[in-house]
């Protein structure tokens, strides 16, 4: 859906249930993320609760670090570490938020509501910049429009119930 909507991507083809080709690409260590409502770190960090609707999306970078914390990381940030240039950030960030509209618009049309997702981009050996990554209930925060219901990996995170149930419904209504 993204690749027919411009969008680049790493995915080739799809090989069975659990298997699927994927161009060969350098990850950049940048967790890239983007909020629609307030949760999770960020509700935590600036003291407010859960479930703000912003007026536009907040884009967000953290170096990929463990042993660090993957710690939040703004633009001079990764400039100066040389982990992208200016044109990859500003192209990263376009993208990013043009992949934020199409999953709002995909999500909406099942009843879900895409509250925030972390992504990542590799750089193929041409040095275009893809996005590299699963979407999925995993890196994605989805709640029930209706009922608000968590459908993603808090039910995990905060032991609310069955995960998997959570992931079934995601999936049995993209399915159709
Ligand atoms: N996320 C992720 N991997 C990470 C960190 C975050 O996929 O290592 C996703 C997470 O599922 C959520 C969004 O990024 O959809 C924002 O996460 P947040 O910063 O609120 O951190 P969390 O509360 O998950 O620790």
Redesign the pocket.
């Known amino acids: 859906m993204l690749e027919e909507n411009g969008i680049h991507t790493h995915y080739i083809e799809t090989l069975n249930e659990t298997d699927m080709r994927a161009k060969k690409v350098t990850i950049l260590p940048l ?1 890239v ?1 983007i909020r629609n409502i307030s ?4 509700a935590k960090r600036y003291g407010v609760e859960e479930g703000i609707e912003f007026k536009e999306p907040t884009f967000e970078l953290s170096y990929k670090n463990d042993d660090l914390g ?1 710690p939040l990381m703004n633009e001079d940030h990764a400039v100066a570490l040389g982990l992208v240039t200016r044109e990859q950030y500003d192209e990263i960030k376009k993208t990013t938020l043009k992949i934020n509209e199409l999953l709002k618009d995909f999500f909406h049309g099942i009843g879900v509501t895409l509250v ?3 992504i990542e981009f590799g750089t193929d050996k041409d040095g275009n910049i893809l996005l590299a990554d699963e979407i999925s209930p ?4 989805l709640w029930d429009e209706k009922t608000k219901e968590k459908l ?2 808090d039910i995990f995170r905060r032991d609310l119930g069955n995960l998997t149930e959570g992931y079934q419904k995601v999936l049995d209504r993209i399915r159709g």
Do not use: V
């Not at 949760?39 to 960020?42: C, K, P, Q, R």
């Not at 995993?138 to 925060?141: A, P, Q």
């Open positions: 967790e993320i949760a999770g770190s960020f993957d925030d997702f972390k995993d890196t994605c925060r993603d990996k």
